[in-house]
């Protein structure tokens, strides 16, 4: 069964801090996904990488940036936390065939205050 | 601009009858969808997938329909379970674009009623 780990359930960081969200998939995929989660607005592509050092920004980039040193591992990097920053941040992973599902972790819930 | 849309942010249905779930969108590019379920505090997991090239897909008691004229997908829990309760996301990717990127709906919170 894949398995997705993000390394913390929750987290509270001050404006202006640098944030790192670590997510750790063990089932050799290819495709690596960082998502944002906010009422009304469902699940939001921030990030993906598709290979090791790849990246492609998704539909809400600003703001962010990521790393993907080892094919396992895929952080979210916030430069500089802002109050807008708020939200449930998701990873998710999947095999490299177009319309593979995704598999997803339990979700880092992130306040900045 | 939302490509994906759940127009009902929320249903309310009585155990064991039909559930019906909607979703719309306007990208015609979009040729595979899926269905998400989400519970509090854990991350989606996949439910049941389609096709552009079908109009029906069943798994046990779940159904989905697809009417491609239309850009709608529905999908159908029948008999809806206690344990259904939790917010469905609807998804679609263009699979030609590689790796998955799936367009996420709004999501839509079910609760099955005793």
């Known amino acids: 069964d894949v398995k997705v780990t993000q390394s913390s359930r929750y987290l509270v960081k001050r404006t202006g801090e640098k944030v790192f969200l670590e997510c750790v998939q063990d089932?050799?995929?290819?495709?690596m996904f960082w998502y944002r989660q906010d009422p009304g607005l469902g699940l939001r592509l921030i990030y993906f990488?598709?290979?090791?050092?790849?990246?492609e920004k998704g539909d809400i980039p600003e703001g962010y940036s990521v790393s993907r040193e080892k094919k396992e591992r895929f952080s979210l990097i916030l430069e500089s936390a802002s109050t807008n920053q708020t939200s449930m941040y998701l990873c998710?992973?999947?095999?490299?065939?177009?319309?593979?599902?995704?598999?997803f972790g339990n979700g880092t819930r992130l306040t900045v205050t | 601009d939302q490509q994906v849309k759940q127009n009902s942010p929320s249903l309310s249905v009585q155990e064991g009858r039909i559930s019906i779930l909607n979703c719309d969108y306007t990208n015609s590019m979009f040729d595979y969808f899926l269905w998400y379920k989400k519970y509090p505090a854990e991350g989606p997991t996949f439910l049941i997938s389609?096709?552009?090239?079908?109009d029906k897909n069943e798994d046990g008691r779940f159904t989905v329909f697809l009417n491609k004229s239309a850009k709608h997908l529905s999908l159908h829990i029948v008999p809806s379970q206690p344990g259904d309760s939790a917010v469905y996301f609807c998804?679609?990717?263009?699979?030609?674009?590689?790796?998955?990127?799936?367009?996420f709906g709004t999501g839509t919170r079910l609760q099955v009623t005793l």
């Open positions: 998710a992973s999947s095999p490299g065939q177009g319309g593979s599902p995704l598999h």
């Open positions: 998804a679609a990717i263009i699979t030609t674009e590689g790796a998955s990127k799936l367009t």
């Open positions: 990488s598709y290979d090791v050092k790849m990246k």
């Open positions: 089932m050799d995929h290819e495709n």
């Open positions: 389609i096709s552009s090239i079908k």
